[in-house]
């Protein structure tokens, strides 16, 4: 039934009246205090508890933080807690190993337990039209083991979640999703885009709409996409890529409906990441003002899926108020994806000096410059033309403001700028040329992926040059950054959201050279997954970017397999750039 259009006129009045009052509202709002803190959860709190008290029983050797704030009461908090603190003590605040295990054991459904295996229904083990430009039947063969990967992968959030929401951290949405692997038993927002990409090329278009409606979900009930779809992950996003993911479903399926529901959810978001603490305006030397986004976590705490490790990373800050602007660049690092990295670092050697707040960074603005030409799209499909208006206006303001803030003409390439002072960012900030990051990331080329960026040829050219001069490209991808820090996005990894947004934006430029390039990226890409997988037998979250078939290393965890993203992207790649007959996928 066709919608009033007294009505639709309504909504689209209300979508525009509410961005404008927003716009209008952080204009005069001041953001000169410490930063807002998100409360939790009474179970997470106690949950942390139970994590410091699991480190000193049972010590550091391969302990994972994460599991114990994943763990699911069996009873009342109140019962659990009062048993908690009835075990014997010794003087460290540790138990004994056998106490401490009869206790979870007890009180506890196990790490993962509450969520369910669940079976896709419109999973088919070889769909019609699958990667037709695939030639090389090695290649194929391989690419339906990757699709049939999704079985492994699809989960549903568990009865008695529902039934008692306050017994888990884990959050009641209402469809199934795809979760990355190994010790991320949960849906996540950035990597969603990539397992969407990848379902879309398995025509598992309703596994995808349900990611997605999860994902509003999140929006309606928090006002924006939570990092995951924990209880503890409440106090801060990811990058911002649902209307991306909105935006292709709707180019695969044509389903208007679906981007007529989606639209005053991405509406919202937009006005989550350009308001507030996560708005800062620069003026150029035109004395032009420019609105720009950074990251900026709700949280000075230690994170709670990683505390004991936060806790002693900042075991030699003495002030209080310096711990917690530590933990909150810790969070607000956490927000980026890129957690961590020398990119956040004033002193790269130094891990206490993360300043993410006062960064902004090239590639948040450039998924915002995304999310807005997708919504001025996806509104005038549905016919909206006031809201389509609306967003094409805000599209070419930031088009401009990266232009103006992040570009490097010299280098070829867009920087990440460095805030002078973030104690009140309510007032403009004049641009300086010293304060762009020289430093070389991969980050630097992300804008490549925008189509108002990589249509313009001469320009796309001359950034393709400073990529393959930059020193990122190596024998299996583009690695994260120059400086080998031991980070996980750090040198040597490679990961497949960069190798992907990079490819691609070469790929559909006007550029023949960038266009090779961006192939070529590709099929280093497949090639060294294709390797570590006949290797190992799994697909790796990241990988070693020097040698073909390694997967990576670093960071706070062991690595991780599954893995969401990086089978969407080698189907993705596949159904790009195909893989002809006579084309060696050995290394």
Not at 316 to 330: D, G, H, L, N, T
Not at 350 to 364: G, M, N, Q, W, Y
Not at 423 to 435: D, H, L
Not at 518 to 535: L, M
Request: aromatic share 12%.
């Amino acid at each position: 039934m066709a919608d009033s259009p007294l009505l639709f006129t309504l909504a689209s009045f209300f979508l525009l009246s509410t961005l404008i009052f927003s716009s209008a509202m952080t204009v005069t709002k001041a953001s000169c205090d410490s930063g807002p803190v998100k409360p939790t959860t009474p179970l997470v709190t106690f949950l942390e508890q139970l994590q410091q008290t699991a480190l000193t029983t049972f010590g550091k050797t391969h302990f994972d933080p994460k599991l114990y704030v994943d763990l699911a009461l069996k009873s009342e908090l109140s019962l659990t807690q009062h048993a908690f603190h009835k075990l014997p003590r010794s003087a460290n605040g540790s138990t004994s190993a056998s106490d401490l295990n009869e206790f979870l054991h007890d009180y506890f459904e196990g790490a993962g337990d509450d969520v369910v295996l669940a079976q896709p229904e419109d999973y088919v083990p070889e769909p019609e039209g699958f990667l037709p430009k695939v030639k090389n039947p090695e290649v194929r063969a391989w690419a339906l083991e990757i699709h049939s990967l999704w079985k492994n992968l699809t989960r549903k959030v568990g009865g008695g979640v529902h039934k008692r929401p306050e017994f888990h951290t884990l959050l009641p949405l209402p469809e199934q999703f795809i979760i990355p692997g190994s010790r991320f038993r949960e849906v996540y927002y950035w990597d969603s885009y990539w397992v969407i990409r990848g379902l879309l090329v398995s025509k598992m278009y309703d596994t995808a709409k349900a990611i997605v409606t999860n994902l509003i979900f999140l929006i309606e009930e928090y006002g924006y996409v939570l990092n995951g779809a924990r209880a503890y992950y409440t106090n801060r996003s990811q990058p911002p890529l649902l209307s991306a993911m909105v935006s292709e479903i709707y180019k695969r399926t044509g389903d208007l409906e679906f981007a007529r529901k989606a639209l005053p959810a991405l509406v919202k978001e937009h006005e989550f990441w350009n308001s507030g603490i996560h708005k800062v305006v620069i003026q150029d030397d035109q004395a032009c003002n420019h609105t720009l986004s950074r990251y900026y976590a709700m949280w000075n705490q230690p994170r709670p899926e990683s505390s004991t490790t936060d806790m002693e990373l900042a075991s030699k800050i003495e002030s209080v108020s310096e711990k917690q602007r530590f933990y909150r660049e810790v969070a607000s690092t956490a927000e980026t994806g890129w957690d961590f990295s020398t990119r956040w670092m004033r002193n790269h050697s130094d891990f206490t000096t993360l300043s993410t707040t006062s960064i902004l960074p090239v590639d948040l603005n450039v998924l915002i410059l995304g999310m807005e030409h997708d919504i001025a799209f996806l509104a005038k499909v549905i016919g909206d033309s006031s809201i389509s208006d609306h967003f094409l206006k805000a599209s070419k303001a930031r088009h401009k403001a990266i232009k103006s803030v992040f570009w490097n003409a010299k280098k070829g390439q867009w920087l990440d700028y460095w805030l002078n002072d973030i104690t009140c960012i309510s007032e403009p900030q004049t641009w300086e040329a010293r304060n762009q990051n020289q430093n070389v990331f991969a980050s630097n080329f992300i804008p490549l992926w925008i189509e108002s960026l990589y249509s313009d040829t001469s320009m796309v050219e001359k950034v393709t040059r400073s990529l393959q001069s930059s020193g990122l490209l190596h024998a299996a991808g583009i690695a994260t950054s120059l400086t080998n820090s031991g980070q996980q996005w750090d040198f040597p990894n490679g990961w497949a959201p960069i190798q992907h947004m990079i490819a691609e934006g070469l790929a559909r430029s006007g550029s023949k050279e960038a266009k090779l390039v961006g192939e070529d990226i590709a099929v280093r890409w497949i090639r060294t997954n294709y390797k570590a997988y006949k290797k190992t037998g799994v697909m790796h979250e990241k990988y070693d970017v020097q040698k073909c078939g390694e997967f990576g290393g670093g960071g706070e965890y062991v690595p991780q397999t599954g893995f969401g993203w990086s089978n969407g992207l080698v189907l993705t790649f596949l159904e790009e750039f195909g893989w002809p007959q006579d084309r060696k996928i050995d290394c």
